[in-house]
């Protein structure tokens, strides 16, 4: 199983980027999935999750900027993220959760992107 993450750049704070992440050799339709980042000399953090039937929950910070998405027919996941902080510099990757829901811990996840950079400039 391959989760090939994309989309990273650099971009000006106020702007948008939007990340796909595309997986291979398998579907995924019956799983939760999620973004989670990382920024230097920090540890991994939850960003947002999708279940099986696409509810959705947001970390409070990405609330009202981020969208997090699914289309089970492409076996990709979205996020769109806008109004960027620079806070919001990091790697994010994408992940495959065990089971249908998505939880917020990384533990609960079995499948990983390589990960893609954020880059937010003052």
């Known amino acids: 199983v391959q989760l090939q993450a994309s989309g990273g750049g650099l971009v000006q704070a106020g702007g948008s980027l939007s990340l796909s992440c595309t997986a291979s050799?398998?579907?995924?339709?019956?799983?939760?999935m999620a973004w989670f980042r990382q920024a230097p000399g920090k540890e991994r953090e939850f960003v947002a999750d999708?279940?099986?039937?696409?509810?959705?929950y947001y970390a409070d910070s990405m609330k009202e900027r981020f969208t997090i998405s699914r289309d089970n027919a492409k076996n990709t996941l979205y996020l769109q993220m806008n109004s960027l902080k620079t806070e919001d510099t990091a790697v994010y990757y994408c992940?495959?959760?065990?089971?249908?829901?998505?939880?917020?811990?990384?533990?609960?996840?079995?499948?990983w992107g390589q990960g893609t950079l954020v880059t937010v400039s003052s």
């Open positions: 992940a495959v959760a065990l089971g249908p829901m998505a939880p917020v811990v990384p533990s609960a996840y079995r499948y």
């Open positions: 050799r398998r579907t995924f339709s019956n799983n939760g």
């Open positions: 999708i279940t099986w039937r696409g509810g959705t």
